[in-house]
């Protein structure tokens, strides 16, 4: 009960932090209903992690049905903007979502209002299907989502309906790698395979969550199994907590406070992609990379092209897109207006608080490139981590 407590109050702070920020900004100044000059995205300070130097263009939105021309900046000005977050209530997805929903209507004229609607269902898949089809490309509907939606579409799922490809980007909060903790009573079972296997929390098969173990288990021979099915972060700490799981992977926050507690440790992180390889973030400088794990049992060729195409989604890794066809000047007043709010310091001191030290904001057509990146893989790179996933139970 003592611990359940104490993952209610970590998610109950990072709700009162919006909320406080919220409440301070309200004499800062807004910006008015004149036109707003184009804001370039900021790379905090220490933040920003390489990407590959290509430049693909970003692909065009499809054509808008007949909407009314807007008369100008104005528009927005006494309207509410509803934000689905695909994912349930807690958890990364949820708080940056509602972190954005408080700070983006400060920049954009007219100051609207934004509501958060929470509608988990098969990793996002279910509300990013939904808001592919029916959202009306008014600008008063948006999505928030996060890398394991994306890596749906990587990997081809049946389920998946919709094309990030023609849903235009407003920004990103690009996660920096995660790392795997485990238990510390069921570390010494992680090498043991006459031990009872460590039980991995994931959601689905095709998450960068399942990464670590998933080459752990194929290149060094890890003793893991995986129970699929929890819906976030929240119910996966709980589980955690109640001994139900071993082993899950964090950005951060969570892990930080179970090593502080005494009940985990943290084993690997996917690390900073940077300069065409993966090096330690300086958050938790003494945690190896799964490069530095596999050492010189690192596989070459087809499987680490595979590691790396499933990796990428992680620099998309909680993202706000508009449905297809919203007109470019809506656009242009989202994308100006998320620029502003990601060079906001107080909405950088939230996400310190959210995601620890490490995270990059992109804008707009930034975004659109990360996404096309992280889809244009090849199929059998793809293939490849399917295939183990299917060989270890994680995938049917």
């Known amino acids: 009960m003592q611990m359940n407590k104490r993952m209610l109050c970590l998610q109950s702070l990072i709700v009162a932090s919006v909320l406080l920020l919220a409440a301070c900004g309200q004499a800062a100044p807004v910006a008015t209903a004149s036109p707003v000059a184009p804001t370039p995205a900021p790379s905090p300070a220490g933040k920003a992690t390489d990407i590959p130097k290509t430049t693909p263009k970003p692909a065009a939105a499809t ?22 977050a695909a994912t349930g209530a807690g958890g990364g997805t949820d708080s940056t979502g509602r972190a954005v929903a408080v700070f ?28 592919f089809e029916k959202a009306r490309p008014d600008g008063l509907t948006l999505l928030h989502g996060s890398s394991s939606i994306l890596a749906n579409q990587q990997r081809r799922r049946d389920i998946v309906k919709f094309d990030f490809l023609k849903m235009p980007a407003i920004g990103n909060i690009g996660g920096s790698g995660g790392l795997l903790a485990i238990r510390k009573e069921a570390k010494s079972r992680l090498t043991d395979p006459r031990a009872t296997p460590v039980v991995m929390a994931t959601r689905g098969g ?12 194929e290149f060094l021979g890890w003793n893991v199994r995986w129970v699929t099915g929890y819906s976030g972060t929240g119910e996966t700490m709980l589980a955690v907590r109640r001994g139900e799981v071993d082993m899950f992977l964090d950005q951060g926050p969570n892990i930080r406070m179970m090593v ?25 400088p003494g945690v190896p990379t799964v490069e530095e794990i596999l050492g010189d049992r690192k596989p070459s060729g087809l499987p680490w092209q595979g590691y790396i195409a499933a990796v990428m989604p992680q620099t998309v890794y909680k993202f706000t897109v508009a449905p297809p066809g919203t007109p470019e000047n809506i656009m242009k007043i989202l994308t100006d207006a998320y620029g502003r709010m990601a060079a906001d310091p107080k909405f950088g001191e939230l996400l310190d608080k959210t995601f620890g030290e490490v995270y990059v904001i992109s804008v707009g057509q930034e975004t659109d490139r990360l996404i096309k990146l992280t889809l244009d893989v090849s199929p059998e790179a793809v293939d490849y981590v399917d295939t183990l996933s299917r060989k270890f139970g994680i995938l049917k």
């Open 63 to 84: 054509p808008a049905p007949a909407a009314k021309p807007l008369a100008g900046p104005a528009f927005y000005e006494g309207k509410t903007i509803e934000m689905v």
């Open 104 to 131: 983006l209507p400060r920049y954009i004229p007219g100051q609207p209002k934004i509501v958060v609607r929470n509608q988990p269902g098969a990793g996002g898949v279910v509300a990013t299907n939904s808001f």
């Open 206 to 217: 095709e998450e960068t969550t399942n990464l670590i173990p998933l080459f752990g288990r």
């Open 260 to 284: 502080d507690e005494g009940i985990a440790e943290a084993v690997a992180q996917l690390g900073i992609y940077k300069g065409g390889k993966f090096i330690r973030r300086t958050d938790f």
